[in-house]
């Protein structure tokens, strides 16, 4: 336990500050300069710390006449951030580490804020986010950076919000306004960047800055956006618009003002959104005929245009099917291309759930068996069952396409869709069939119990569906599944492996075939006898 000393005021203290308590100013000091002496890289923090309003001195209140005044350095900072990364090194922790030098420093600010200093404030604030930034591309950050950073956006924001509740002569002047509001604006392109920095920048500079300052920040704004129609710049260019129309709502940026915006910069699927919640409907629908084309914006608006009532049901199906049919056709013997084959899939699935959401049966079956065509496996397959049962069909529909899509799958070798779907239809001898033939494919290796090849995660599907029709089978199946958990090693491997032999032995007892399951675990243990865990799991289950 560490010594206490009776302090000056008459309270404990703990050692170490209780004998510093005790020297005079003179030997604080020679103790000081003994330390920059020692430890030459603390001199600029002890600058640092030299300007702080401390708690003793100030009594916790404002300190009047400093609003204005800067007496820091900010290369102070900088030295102090760039120290805390090269300490920090690399690895996983080194974020951590960081993180705690920086909230020391951003401490530094709070102190200051409190103390009414905002123009020292704003340097501590600035400079820490600035060279954090300059160093945070090459750190592995998992949120601990990047919350101090958070932090100095909330401390500028309380910088730029105390301007006008301060006398005259104590606001900030021209030129650090303009330093604070590019701070705060090079913080905002961080937090797009890098998910957030949780602080509505925009918002606090559409509520404090001048219309002379609105104008500049709206030039950095129109700088920053970029040409092209890629994914990557329409995504940079929303949050740009976004934050212009924030921005200017001080000066009754208008709807329609807010869509030149987005439509100057070629944010087609962003206008014809604003046109639906304006409640502009038929607008809205020309904009994404003519502009919009990704598959999952034209499917997304047709979401969002049948939100708008049954009047637009007609209208927002017409317009995928357009696109659909805009796509360009395989040609004959040839497959198409990824990004075609991409488009159309998308198409297909949103019609054909369509389809049979608004009863129009027959559109839904056809959809989904061009579907299946494209891509025949258990997916495709279940999509075309379910539109051929639906209400409204041909009671002969399903029976009549079921052999048809069997046939397919059959003929390509989806062997594993196959089983799936069999499993699916309770039809447990088909399934045996389609996993024998899985367990014949090229490339399938047999040895001993073991077998490696597509058909070993389905064994456990079917041996557990056939152990009542076809004990044997399943018998046959468990066994590989039980040898790959225990070669997998492992106290999970071998908790699971006892779960199927439970069931081995089991199916055994009900053959009354108790001595073959007695050669079986006895031949097991033998030759995994080095395997403690497995053994005191074959004793817990009493195996």
């Known amino acids: 336990m560490a010594k206490i000393h009776r ?175 590019t701070a705060l604006f090079d913080l905002w392109k961080f937090g797009y960047n890098y998910g957030g920095i949780g602080e509505d920048v925009a918002e606090a500079l559409a509520e404090h800055a001048t219309a002379q300052e609105r104008k500049s920040i709206e030039a950095w704004i129109r700088e920053e956006l970029r040409p092209g129609q890629d994914f990557s710049s329409k995504w940079h260019n929303r949050h740009l618009i976004d934050f212009l129309a924030t921005l200017k709502q001080a000066e009754h940026f208008s709807e329609e003002d807010v869509l030149e915006e987005y439509r100057k910069v070629g944010l087609y699927k962003e206008m014809a959104e604003k046109c639906l919640q304006l409640g502009r409907q038929q607008e809205a629908l020309s904009i994404a005929q003519a502009n919009v ?124 869709a196959l089983v799936t779907l069999y499993l699916d239809e309770k039809e447990i001898g088909q399934a045996l069939a389609a996993l024998a033939e899985m367990e014949h494919t090229p490339g399938a290796i047999s040895i001993g119990y073991r077998f490696e090849g597509p058909a070993s995660r389905y064994q456990a599907q079917v041996a557990e569906a056939a152990e009542e029709s076809y004990p044997n089978e399943a018998l046959r199946l468990y066994k590989p599944v039980v040898q790959r958990l225990i070669d997998g090693r492992g106290r999970e491997n071998y908790q699971q492996a006892t779960g199927y032999l439970t069931r081995i032995k089991r199916l055994y007892q009900k053959q009354e075939q108790e001595a073959e399951w007695e050669r079986y675990i006895t031949t097991l243990r033998n030759s995994n006898k080095s395997l403690r865990a497995l053994k005191e799991e074959l004793d817990k289950r009493g195996l």
């Open 7 to 181: 302090g000056a005021n008459g309270k404990d203290q703990p050692g170490l500050m209780g004998r510093l308590g005790e020297k005079s100013r003179e030997e604080l000091l020679a103790l000081l300069e003994q330390l920059v002496q020692r430890q030459p890289e603390i001199e600029p923090l002890l600058e640092l710390l030299a300007e702080l309003p401390l708690t003793a001195t100030t009594q916790q209140k404002k300190r009047p006449g400093k609003g204005r005044e800067r007496t820091l350095d900010p290369s102070a900072i900088r030295s102090q951030v760039d120290s805390a990364f090269y300490h920090a090194g690399e690895g996983w922790d080194a974020a951590s580490r960081v993180a705690g030098d920086l909230e020391h420093l951003s401490d530094i600010g709070k102190d200051f804020a409190e103390a009414g200093e905002w123009a020292n404030a704003q340097t501590v604030y600035a400079a820490l986010a600035e060279e954090t930034m300059i160093h945070y591309e090459g750190l592995h950050d998992e949120g601990q950076v990047s919350w101090v950073l958070g932090e100095c956006a909330a401390g500028l924001v309380a910088c730029l919000n105390a301007q006008p509740t301060l006398p005259q002569h104590e606001r900030l002047g021209p030129s650090a306004r303009e330093e604070l509001l």
């Open 293 to 416: 084309t990704e598959p999952m914006d034209v499917t997304w608006f047709a979401e969002q245009l049948l939100k708008s009532g049954e009047v637009w049901q007609e209208q927002a199906l017409a317009f995928v099917e357009m696109r659909l049919g805009e796509v360009k056709p395989a040609l004959p013997g040839k497959s198409q291309d990824f990004t075609s084959a991409q488009a159309v899939e998308t198409y297909r699935r949103w019609l054909g759930e369509k389809y049979l959401l608004y009863g129009q049966a027959k559109q839904a079956t056809d959809m989904e068996l061009a579907r299946f065509q494209a891509n025949p496996d258990h997916t495709t397959y279940r999509s075309v069952r379910s539109a051929a049962l639906a209400t409204g069909q041909p009671g002969d529909l399903w029976p009549g396409l079921r052999p048809q899509l069997i046939q397919t799958l059959e003929q390509q070798g989806r062997w594993g």
